[in-house]
Every structure is written in C-alpha cells, then in structure tokens.
C-alpha cells in the first residue's frame, strides 16, 4: 500500500538510474514489474540492490523471439514505462513508444538517458562525471585551479536523473487521468543537473568565461556548448541567465520560462479572482 496503490509500472532493467527511479515509485506504492535480462544468479538473493527493492522481477531475453510479445501483454495493463537505454535501442527491440500507445493510448513512456533523446551527443557514452560537466553543474562543486571531483552519482544519476525522471513520470499520469492520453517524457541527466542550479544562479557570477578545469565547463561555456544549444536548454530573461523546464514532455511543452513578476505584481487579479473587490 501506498499513495501510488493502483498505479502499476513497467520497467525494462538498464544500468544508470531508470531502476532507482522505478524503486522510488515502488516505494511510494506503485506496483513495478521489472523486465531483467538473463544472468547466473538467476533466482539466487542479492540483497544490496537495493534500487530493485519492492518490484517483482521477471527474466525476459529481449532479442528472442516472442519475448517482446510478452513485454506489451504487460505494457495493456500498465500506466507508464520506464526505460533507460540509449536512444533506438527500444525502437530496434519493436517496443517504441509509438508501438506501445498504439496499444495503451494513455500509457506515460519515460525515458532516462545521459543526454536526452536528442541534441548531438544523444548517442554518446557517458558517466555521471561527463553529464553534470558539460550541464555546468561541476563547475559549481570545483575550486578555483583544484581537480574535479564530481560527487559519487548523486548530482547526475540520483538528483538530475531518477528524481527528476519521477516528477516527469508523475505530472505525466496526472495529465493522462485527466485526459486518457498518454505522451513520452524525456528525462536527461543534463538537463536535470542543470535544472538543479537554478537556486544558485541568482548570486552566481555568470560572467565567468574561463573554465576551472579542461573538462568542466563554467555556467557561460554551458550555456554556449552545441549539445546544451541544441537543446535549448539555457535561456537568459531580463539578463539572467537560467535553464529551462525539466524534464521534457513529447506531447505537452512546457510552459515558455517566464519572467519573475514584481513583488505583489498580481495582488488586485488574485484578490477578484476571489470576490474581494474592496480588498
């Protein structure tokens, strides 16, 4: 039992951070089915994954023939799927996000990848360290002229990935109960890092031009890089430099990033929105 009783998930078994996005829904109550690949210790304990806890766990070859067959049997009876392989991979598998609503209209597909599902780094290897690098984020985390320590995956994988894939993945059911419509939600590590700083950036010193260390890139340089251009995921209102919405949502856009409206700016709208005129 739990808030999410009745919300049930499927979620295709990747590295990364899809599985303790699935795990904290679980958590929460939502019954996971995870889709794992075949290994040696089949059927044997493993206590310290802990990011597979709660779920139940079925064992599925996805490259022989039927078992995706079975995958979709799961996908009728589902709200969301989680995902975390590279971009086309499930597309390849015969399990897109167009296959699967063509049979679950309001299905939310996530998927949680490095660098989203497009820009010019979307197909690149990566870890942790190199998704909060080029989103700027370490460069928050470094002294001036000391090495880059990246903290141990809790910025990238944890904060900017799973968390965020969460949210996406929440908002996402709400819309689809609301509306019967599903939609595919784009959660990227590097949108999510930077995402995060936005609290910072108020009294962070966006001017800075060169970077602390080769890798690292400073707020400015990520906002300037192709992949984050590409993306658009900087933006600069009234002067400020800031980032964008995240996650992504294929189907409904996030609002446009507005402007910070002036101390009492909407006072007299609120106050006759509520009948209090005279107020």
């Given at each position: 039992m739990g808030v999410l009783d009745g919300v049930?998930?499927?979620?295709?078994?990747?590295?990364?951070?899809?599985p303790l996005c699935a795990a904290m829904l679980a958590?929460?109550?939502?019954?996971?089915?995870?889709?794992?690949?075949?290994?040696?210790?089949?059927?044997?304990?493993?206590?310290?994954?802990?990011?597979?806890?709660?779920?139940?766990s079925v064992v599925l070859d996805l490259?022989?023939?039927?078992?995706?067959?079975?995958?979709?049997?799961?996908?009728?009876?589902?709200?969301?799927l989680i995902e975390g392989m590279r971009p086309g991979?499930?597309?390849?598998?015969?399990?897109?996000?167009?296959?699967c609503f063509a049979r679950k209209p309001s299905l939310v597909y996530a998927r949680m990848t490095g660098w989203g599902q497009d820009g010019p780094l979307?197909?690149?290897?990566?870890?942790?360290?190199?998704?909060?690098?080029?989103?700027?984020?370490?460069?928050?985390?470094v002294a001036e002229g000391l090495r880059p320590e990246p903290p141990p995956g809790l910025m990238g994988d944890v904060a900017?990935?799973?968390?965020?894939?969460?949210?996406?993945?929440?908002?996402?059911?709400?819309?689809?109960?609301?509306?019967?419509?599903g939609q595919v939600v784009d959660a990227a590590m590097v949108d999510g890092s930077a995402h995060l700083m936005n609290h910072l950036l108020s009294g962070a010193d966006t001017r800075m031009s060169a970077p602390r260390a080769e890798a690292v890139l400073s707020l400015p340089e990520a906002a300037r890089h192709p992949h984050n251009v590409a993306r658009e995921l900087y933006a600069s209102i009234d002067g400020v430099l800031q980032v964008r919405a995240a996650p992504r949502f294929l189907s409904t856009p996030s609002a446009p990033t507005a402007r910070v409206p002036a101390r009492g700016q909407h006072t007299k709208e609120i106050m006759e929105m509520l009948g209090r005129r005279g107020a």
């Open positions: 049930k998930i499927v979620e295709v078994s990747a590295l990364g951070p899809a958590d929460l109550g939502a019954d996971v089915i995870t889709v794992e690949r075949p290994a040696d210790d089949a059927g044997m304990p493993r206590p310290t994954e802990i990011y597979n806890r709660g779920k139940r490259k022989h023939p039927g078992s995706c067959d079975i995958v979709l049997e799961l996908v009728d009876d589902a709200n969301v991979v499930m597309e390849r598998l015969g399990l897109g996000p167009d296959v979307k197909r690149t290897a990566g870890h942790d360290g190199n998704y909060i690098a080029i989103s700027g984020a370490l460069s928050m985390c900017g990935g799973a968390l965020y894939c969460a949210i996406g993945i929440l908002a996402a059911v709400l819309r689809a109960r609301r509306e019967g419509v």
